[in-house]
């Protein structure tokens, strides 16, 4: 697939880069007639669409790295770090912040807006378009819409719900907001829908784990369902992967092999890189030992280091290394080895694939599902899975969904640290029939902060409408329809 994409999107951006301005809210197509009538006339241009859709939603890798863990309590600001990023650290976030900026995701959007709405025409005019590829196709582009949407509602709460492509300069598109859970219902019902269309048959491990699967499907699925706290949903998602003989946790002897060389047996659905065809990561230039931007924070190492944990399959040289005393490096996407030394070299520096789901995740959803529901022993069960499978001593919880959760977090935190989760899953705790535990992602929170900035952080947070990002400033300037999130109405 890494090939795949390199000749497609060099296709699609011969064909379509005129079309695009990084400026715009959503990337519009202006009309130039010619290039629209050519180019829509085969299934390849329709596939050319959709890879450059999927390649540029990996490239947000770095953005979903900071979204999913600059707030959190895993990182700390090291002193290369941006003031965008920093600023969202402390809480110290205004309109102008440019991580309040959508429009990378909408630019994925309107591609996918793009494929459901031509592909279907063209299926018309390509005689060798069958109704098989054109469903797989479409099925694809609802998946990735439907997570491009996912990160949005998590993100803002609120955002525009489009679609339909852009396809004229001269339209007048000022898009008002839709509510968070209406956001979620539509991507619901079109994920159900085409569940069944999504392709498992591909020939290259590079597409079984980079284009989407119905594997990725319920992936998808049971994440929001949790999100929404459907958990009878979660469970039956989460099912349905957990007994997907295609994949498998991986020996805590090879856990490391997730990350190097990736798309492991383990693997669901993770965004593909390779250097050497000129498509790099982003986290690898935010966290190697020269960038200076983010490090593991002091609960991260309290988790990891040897000095203070026994964790010996995820632990120090695995999840983080030592460079020298109480200094730290995240190991994840700048390692080799699970030793803490070999580093990546040349073409596999900016190689390391974005994770997006992998099997762990999907068991500790389910651990959390039960939980919430007094499942107790089995939600312990699952747990203590997760936990054997990295050679740790099981675990007993009291039949508390309280005492489960806090345990789940943990683990959470300790199998997927640094892999853009922790935010989102703080924030859904903290939501949680309505915000009993609003004061626990403050407590997490502050702890990760100069003594000085606690009470500060802690009255930032105290609002739940401050857990989220503004509109970016130029789009409240641009669409008089947009509504500032109240808590940056200033």
């Given at each position: 697939?890494?090939?795949?994409?390199?000749?497609?999107?060099?296709?699609?951006?011969?064909?379509?880069?005129?079309?695009?301005?990084?400026?715009?809210?959503?990337?519009?197509?202006?009309?130039?007639?010619?290039?629209?009538?050519?180019?829509?006339?085969?299934?390849?241009?329709?596939?050319?669409?959709?890879?450059?859709?999927?390649?540029?939603?990996?490239?947000?890798?770095?953005?979903?790295?900071?979204?999913?863990?600059?707030?959190?309590?895993?990182?700390?600001?090291?002193?290369?770090?941006?003031?965008?990023?920093?600023?969202?650290?402390?809480?110290?976030?205004?309109?102008?912040?440019?991580?309040?900026?959508?429009?990378?995701?909408?630019?994925?959007?309107?591609?996918?807006?793009?494929?459901?709405?031509?592909?279907?025409?063209?299926?018309?005019?390509?005689?060798?378009?069958?109704?098989?590829?054109?469903?797989?196709?479409?099925?694809?582009?609802?998946?990735?819409?439907?997570?491009?949407?996912?990160?949005?509602?998590?993100?803002?709460?609120?955002?525009?719900?489009?679609?339909?492509?852009?396809?004229?300069?001269?339209?007048?598109?000022?898009?008002?907001?839709?509510?968070?859970?209406?956001?979620?219902?539509?991507?619901?019902?079109?994920?159900?829908?085409?569940?069944?269309?999504?392709?498992?048959?591909?020939?290259?491990?590079?597409?079984?784990?980079?284009r989407a699967t119905k594997a990725a499907f319920d992936a998808l699925l049971a994440d929001i369902s949790l999100w929404n706290f459907d958990y009878a949903k979660t469970i039956e998602y989460c099912n349905r992967l957990i007994s997907n003989k295609e994949f498998v946790l991986m020996p805590g002897t090879r856990w490391f092999e997730i990350f190097y060389p990736g798309n492991s047996l383990e693997s669901i659905f993770e965004f593909q890189f390779e250097d050497k065809y000129n498509q790099k990561n982003g986290t690898y230039g935010k966290t190697n030992r020269n960038s200076h931007q983010f490090d593991p924070s002091p609960r991260a190492e309290e988790l990891f280091a040897r000095k203070y944990a026994v964790e010996l399959t995820r632990g120090e040289d695995v999840s983080i290394t030592k460079l020298s005393e109480d200094d730290y490096l995240i190991w994840k996407y700048v390692g080799r080895a699970p030793d803490g030394k070999t580093e990546r070299t040349g073409a596999d520096q900016s190689s390391c694939n974005w994770i997006v789901y992998r099997l762990a995740d999907i068991y500790l959803m389910k651990a959390e599902a039960l939980s919430q529901l007094s499942r107790f022993p089995e939600a312990l069960d699952v747990l203590n899975t997760i936990r054997e499978r990295a050679n740790m001593p099981q675990i007993s919880v009291g039949s508390s969904p309280i005492l489960f959760e806090d345990a789940i977090m943990e683990e959470r935190a300790l199998e997927l640290a640094f892999e853009g989760k922790r935010w989102f899953d703080l924030l859904r705790m903290g939501r949680r029939n309505n915000y009993a535990r609003k004061d626990k992602l403050v407590e997490i929170i502050i702890k990760n902060v100069p003594s000085t900035q606690k009470r500060i952080l802690s009255a930032k947070l105290t609002n739940p409408l401050g857990w989220y990002m503004p509109i970016y400033k130029t789009e409240i300037e641009r669409n008089k329809n947009l509504v500032q999130n109240p808590y940056y109405q200033f």
């Open positions: 697939m890494k090939k795949i994409f390199k000749l497609r999107f060099i296709l699609v951006l011969l064909a379509l880069s005129f079309q695009f301005s990084c400026s715009d809210f959503l990337e519009l197509i202006p009309p130039d007639g010619l290039v629209r009538e050519e180019f829509w006339k085969t299934k390849e241009d329709v596939e050319a669409v959709l890879m450059a859709a999927y390649q540029s939603s990996a490239a947000m890798d770095g953005n979903l790295f900071v979204y999913g863990e600059a707030r959190g309590d895993m990182v700390e600001a090291d002193y290369s770090l941006g003031s965008g990023e920093r600023n969202m650290m402390e809480s110290n976030i205004y309109p102008d912040n440019g991580y309040c900026n959508w429009a990378s995701f909408y630019k994925v959007i309107n591609y996918c807006n793009d494929v459901i709405k031509n592909a279907p025409e063209v299926q018309k005019i390509d005689n060798t378009f069958t109704e098989f590829q054109l469903k797989g196709l479409m099925a694809e582009a609802y998946w990735l819409r439907g997570l491009n949407y996912f990160y949005l509602v998590r993100i803002f709460k609120d955002v525009p719900l489009v679609l339909t492509p852009s396809e004229t300069d001269g339209a007048d598109f000022y898009p008002t907001v839709t509510k968070g859970e209406d956001v979620l219902t539509s991507v619901l019902k079109d994920l159900n829908e085409y569940r069944q269309f999504a392709t498992d048959g591909y020939k290259t491990l590079d597409e079984v784990k980079g």
